[in-house]
């Protein structure tokens, strides 16, 4: 089992550990995460401002805390099933990940993993702002 990677979990940093042992190396540090989740904050603070930055709306926005970070090392993370035969994306809990992903071993399913660096994406920016649930139930 020495070729699989296997990141062992430090204080709360389990985004940090999940996405490196998704990926199978260590890409993401506490650091590095963290300045993803400002980048958001600030392209969300951005988006905000757009509709009025005397708005209610966007003074509310100012005064609530980061939804990407906090002090104790919670980064969001969210994961989405794209299949291409349900009506649109759906959102995956994180407690679902795993039992989702081994379904789809499990029925034959090809699970492929992208890595490197992503283009920019509208969707990030939109789940930044909104609110999305989980649409997703266990069986």
Request: aromatic share 10%; charged share 20%.
């Amino acid at each position: 089992m020495e070729s699989i990677f296997h990141e062992k979990q430090e204080g709360s940093l389990c985004a940090q550990h999940c996405l490196n042992n998704l990926l199978q190396g260590e890409y993401f540090t506490p650091v590095d995460l963290s300045s993803i989740a400002h980048q958001l904050d600030e392209e969300e603070r951005m988006r905000m401002a757009e509709g009025g930055m005397g708005s209610e709306e966007y003074r509310t926005f100012l005064q609530q805390p980061s939804g990407n970070m906090d002090d104790s090392g919670f980064f969001s993370i969210q994961w989405f099933n794209l299949n291409s035969l349900l009506t649109g994306p759906e959102l995956i809990s994180d407690t679902y990940l795993a039992l989702f992903l081994a379904q789809l071993q499990q029925e034959g399913y090809s699970i492929f993993v992208i890595r490197g660096n992503l283009p920019e994406c509208d969707a990030e920016q939109i789940l930044g702002i909104m609110k999305v649930h989980n649409t997703c139930i266990a069986e």
